[in-house]
């Protein structure tokens, strides 16, 4: 268990929807990471926040949107979903600003499927 | 991962020795990481290099060598809970960037 939480673990949802996936860091860390994991894809890295603000952006389309609020805990909501929006969503935590140099430490992830 | 290459899939021997290889881009290199993953699962953090040469952990040890943008990770006495994907992740100015991963089968 690494300390880190993430709810739903699945979610099942149809085409055009809006979703809000949440995670709660470890105890202590104040960055948050998000990922999406697709069947034929690695790890893309998403976004990350420090301490409430936006830190570093990957490939994140316009659909999506994150947050990281007062209680350190994150969102990320998913908007206008496509089929191609069905994946493994992992967030992971880590006590630092930046992604060098510590391990980040990932939840169980929610498993989204768009109908 | 567009910055990593890695194998796709490799097969070994319960108890036998596997190296999984990876490349990644130099520029904005700014350390390297190995993760674990069974399927279905979360990544968990194997090793992180920063300098030239090998880190040795237990039965797994890891290798960098920034001149040639090259890390491999090493397994020794492979066990069948072995069997999983292993992520080369890449740290290019402040963000992560993962391989595809290579799947790792252990046959006994």
């Known amino acids: 268990d690494s300390g880190v939480t993430q709810t739903p673990k699945h979610l099942i949802t149809a085409t055009g929807q809006r979703v809000t996936l949440r995670c709660s860091p470890r105890?202590?860390?104040?960055?948050v990471y998000w990922y999406q994991q697709s069947l034929d894809q690695g790890l893309q890295f998403l976004i990350q926040y420090y301490n409430g603000e936006e830190r570093a952006k990957g490939n994140i389309l316009e659909r999506f949107s994150a947050q990281q609020f007062p209680d350190l805990h994150s969102e990320l909501n998913l908007s206008s979903l496509e089929l191609g929006d069905s994946a493994l969503y992992f967030c992971?935590?880590?006590?630092?600003?930046?992604?060098?140099?510590?391990?980040?430490?990932f939840g169980p992830g929610t498993r989204l499927t768009v109908t | 991962g567009q910055n990593i290459d890695q194998p796709t899939e490799m097969t070994a021997t319960e108890g036998a020795i596997v190296q999984i290889n990876c490349t990644y881009q130099?520029?904005?290199?700014?350390?390297l990481f190995w993760y674990q993953q069974h399927a279905g699962e979360a990544p968990t953090f194997l090793s992180y290099?920063?300098?030239?040469g090998l880190e040795e952990k237990g039965r797994f040890s890891s290798f960098l060598s920034r001149s040639k943008g090259y890390s491999y990770l090493l397994l020794k006495e492979l066990q069948m809970k072995d069997s999983a994907s292993y992520l080369c992740a890449e740290v290019v100015t402040d963000k992560l960037i993962f391989g595809t991963g290579t799947r790792l089968q252990v046959f006994p």
């Open positions: 130099t520029s904005g290199f700014n350390g």
């Open positions: 290099n920063v300098l030239d």
């Open positions: 992971a935590s880590s006590v630092v600003q930046g992604a060098a140099s510590y391990e980040q430490y």
């Open positions: 105890s202590g860390d104040l960055s």
